[in-house]
């Protein structure tokens, strides 16, 4: 599975953007996904992830009520709506995917990752 993150820019406090994560490959649609992020000078972290169906979603705290997380699999392609945005939230962004069904919040959870996509949000 190859992945490739698209649709960071830069934005104002408060404004909104989504990401996408379009995957090759037939087997998208059974691999859980996730979103992960590395803020300058700091490690890559957990955002949001999404079992294989879209049933079941998990984020992480500092996201929950503003980030959703979606995806379509007819489409194979992952989403990340990104809702009241703040300057912390400025990282780049990767997707990653994982054959195993339970999405983990760790990297080494995920097998495939996408290059990344930049997000600034400026105050």
């Known amino acids: 599975v190859q992945l490739q993150a698209s649709g960071g820019g830069l934005v104002q406090t408060g404004a909104s953007l989504r990401l996408s994560c379009a995957a090759s490959?037939?087997?998208?649609?059974?691999?859980?996904m996730a979103w992960f992020r590395q803020a300058p000078g700091k490690e890559r972290e957990f955002v949001a992830a999404i079992t294989w169906s879209g049933s079941i979603t998990y984020y992480a705290d500092s996201v929950k009520g503003r980030f959703t997380i979606s995806r379509d699999n007819a489409k194979n392609t992952v989403y990340l709506q990104m809702n009241s945005l703040k300057p912390e939230d400025t990282a780049v962004y990767y997707c990653?995917?994982?054959?195993?069904?339970?999405?983990?919040?760790?990297?080494?959870?995920?097998?495939?990752w996408g290059q990344g996509t930049l997000v600034t949000v400026s105050s």
């Open positions: 990653a995917g994982s054959s195993i069904a339970v999405p983990s919040m760790t990297l080494r959870g995920y097998d495939y």
């Open positions: 490959g037939r087997t998208f649609s059974s691999y859980a």
